[in-house]
């Protein structure tokens, strides 16, 4: 496997809060090599956009990164002060936000708020110069130059989602983070959207993670896919293993609660709810929902096993050899 | 934006301006039966000034302007000669002219006022942003509170307050205590020739207490009005992508939080300036300011009522024309206005 460019090990994230301390992200190990498309699935409340966040240094009080480091390219950036993280934003790691249809600022035109991302990381250059980024900005998305002259509230729910992910790749970064991109839009736009994203990234070569919960679109996009469960990773393979051979039986329940093509199986959920994580209880936290539970799974809190594909689950004692 | 637009909103202007115009004229004239010329002459009589002939000066005067007709004769006529721009005669100051007195008068409480109200709104609006952004000096916290208890008391006990604490020599008062003056907008008996250095301070020391009783009652309104303004902004989308992507901390604060949230002020304080007319009066009259406010207390106090509708009409002029500027400015300041402009 390539060099990573980010490695994270031991994140834990946790918000303090008068009932006590929960544990949103608690232990989670990852690496994403240099320009691999990993998924990350999970159900609300997961840990999922919470990694996300802790990756950026954007978790908000009462949040804290309770532990673990997250380094990109070396470099550690849990221990970052925030100016130095403020560089790292938007410049070596860039958010294609969730909530497009208000992500931008009403009142700024897309022009000024694209160039506030150049100039406030240094770029300076002339008139024309600036303009001919913006428009071959533009151009990568899929958008006309003439949408910089106009304002958020005359661009439609797709076209704002370009702005950004345009505004995300205006520094080449290493990583994207994409939140759910597409969950605001419709399904064709979706598509379009997902596509744009899947160009820009393969021209200037970054990673990306992928947050969500929608399996069939992480089938399309990612190389691999990491599955989350009440703040820990639960699952991590390639796409192919994922939905050919799932190991986790959380994984399992969530490959079979997709619909299927031929409209005849009914529609499957997984009964039962997430543990609450201001009390995760002992043992494998999916044990209450898990259909293959053992005396064991309530007792001890199972290992991730693996070294490319990963599992955390006691039906699976062996590293399975890829 | 678009011609019907200012159309709309220009004939939505003289509307107001003739509705109030109307209410103002017939309000106090139904309210009350009294003669100012007749009580003026009694007055004069009564010092000695006049000794016969009163019914005779008081038929003169109601003939010149025509009092002894019908009021909605009497409405017509005035409305006629308020287009023509004449506002008539002072009742009780005769000859001066309505325009005249309130030219002299404008100026003073413009100075005073509108600069008052700027100064709270500008005050308050930027510790109130800075209040809800994360990382608000510990200092500030402390100061809010103390506006936030003052913004109800009314602004005339705080200058009743401000006197006795800067008006009135006390024991406790440290040697280099300020004493500022109360009354009047300048000092009195001092005949200034043009605008030199020592005519503005003296005008600036006279304005301090009435303007500061404006200004301490009303920072805290604006504060606190800004401050959940900007908490909600704080929380908007674009600012926490705007901070994801880097940007530079007082831009996101700028243009990004404080632009957005300082919308609604806006608004507010159009209707501020409304305080023009309703507010002030008694800062005025407390002070001896010689504002509109002090002008329109008199006239009042004397039933000059060509002096009451000329203050009135030009304070209904003034809050309409500030709502029709912020109607015509606001599609320039809110895009998304625009469209529907």
Same mark, same amino acid.
């Given at each position: 496997m390539a060099e990573p460019v980010l490695t994270i090990r031991d994140l834990r994230v946790y918000f303090n809060i008068r009932a006590g301390t929960v544990r949103a992200v608690d232990g989670v190990d990852l690496d994403i090599a240099e320009g691999e498309k990993l998924g990350l699935v999970g159900e609300s409340g997961s840990g999922k956009t919470t990694t996300a966040l802790a990756i950026m240094r954007m978790i908000k009080p009462p949040g804290e990164i309770a532990g673990g480091t997250i380094s990109l390219d070396g470099r550690d950036l849990v221990e970052l002060s925030e100016p130095e993280m403020r560089s790292v934003r938007g410049n070596d790691i860039a958010m294609v936000p969730q909530a497009a249809m208000n992500a931008l600022n009403p009142v700024r035109r897309v022009r000024d708020q694209m160039l506030d991302g150049l100039r406030d990381h240094g770029v300076n250059e002339s008139r024309n110069r600036m303009q001919d980024r913006l428009t071959t900005l533009m151009a990568q998305v899929g958008l006309n130059a003439n949408v910089l002259d106009l304002f958020p509230h005359e661009l439609s729910g797709g076209m704002k989602q370009r702005v950004t992910i345009a505004m995300a790749i205006c520094h080449n970064p290493r990583l994207i983070l994409a939140d759910e991109p597409t969950s605001a839009l419709d399904v064709v736009v979706q598509r379009q959207v997902m596509e744009t994203l899947e160009d820009v990234r393969s021209e200037i070569g970054a990673a990306v993670i992928l947050v969500g919960h929608d399996m069939g679109l992480m089938a399309q996009f990612a190389d691999r896919i990491g599955v989350m469960y009440a703040g820990k990773l639960v699952e991590l393979a390639t796409v192919e293993q994922i939905f050919a051979n799932p190991r986790h039986p959380y994984t399992r329940l969530l490959i079979s609660s997709l619909p299927d093509t031929d409209g005849k199986k009914r529609l499957q959920g997984i009964p039962g709810l997430p543990p609450s994580l201001l009390a995760v209880p002992p043992g494998c936290p999916f044990m209450p929902r898990c259909p293959e539970a053992m005396d064991i799974c309530g007792v001890e809190a199972p290992e991730l096993i693996g070294d490319i594909d990963i599992v955390s689950c006691h039906l699976h004692t062996e590293t399975r050899v890829a | 934006m678009s011609i019907t637009y200012i159309g709309a909103r220009v004939g939505m202007f003289i509307l107001v301006v003739w509705l109030a115009t109307t209410v103002i004229f017939f309000l106090p004239r139904i309210a009350s039966d009294r003669n100012p010329v007749r009580e003026r002459m009694i007055m004069m009589a009564a010092t000695g000034n006049l000794s016969t002939g009163m019914e005779k000066v008081v038929a003169a005067y109601e003939r010149d302007y025509g009092l002894d007709q019908p009021l909605y004769l009497q409405y017509i006529r005035y409305l006629s000669s308020v287009l023509r721009g004449d506002l008539n005669v002072s009742l009780i100051r005769h000859p001066t002219t309505v325009m005249d007195l309130i030219q002299e008068r404008m100026p003073w409480t413009l100075g005073l006022v509108g600069f008052s109200i700027l100064v709270a709104f500008a005050l308050g609006s930027l510790s109130g942003a800075t209040l809800a952004w994360p990382g608000a000096p510990t200092w500030l916290k402390g100061v809010l509170p103390i506006f936030l208890t003052l913004s109800p008391i009314p602004y005339f006990m705080l200058a009743f307050f401000l006197i006795f604490i800067f008006a009135v020599r006390h024991e406790w008062q440290p040697e280099w205590w300020p004493m500022l003056p109360i *009354? +009047? *907008?300048?000092?009195? +008996?001092t005949i200034y020739d043009g605008w030199d250095l020592a005519r503005v301070w003296d005008v600036v020391r006279h304005s301090i207490l009435p303007a500061s009783s404006i200004i301490l009652s009303q920072v805290g309104f604006w504060a606190l009005g800004m401050r959940g303004m900007m908490i909600t902004t704080a929380g908007e989308d674009y600012v926490t992508l705007a901070q994801m992507r880097g940007l530079r901390p007082d831009r996101i604060f700028g243009q990004y939080g404080m632009r957005n949230a300082l919308l609604p002020q806006l608004t507010s304080l159009a209707l501020a300036m409304s305080l023009i007319v309703s507010g002030v009066i008694l800062v005025e009259y407390i002070f001896r300011y010689p504002g509109m406010g002090s002008l329109l207390f008199d006239a009042i106090a004397g039933f000059d009522y060509f002096v009451i509708y000329g203050v009135v009409l030009v304070l209904i002029i003034f809050v309409a024309t500030a709502t029709l500027v912020l109607d015509l400015v606001y599609p320039l300041i809110d895009p998304r206005v625009r469209r529907a402009a």
């Open positions: - | *009354a +009047g *907008a300048s000092k009195v +008996g």
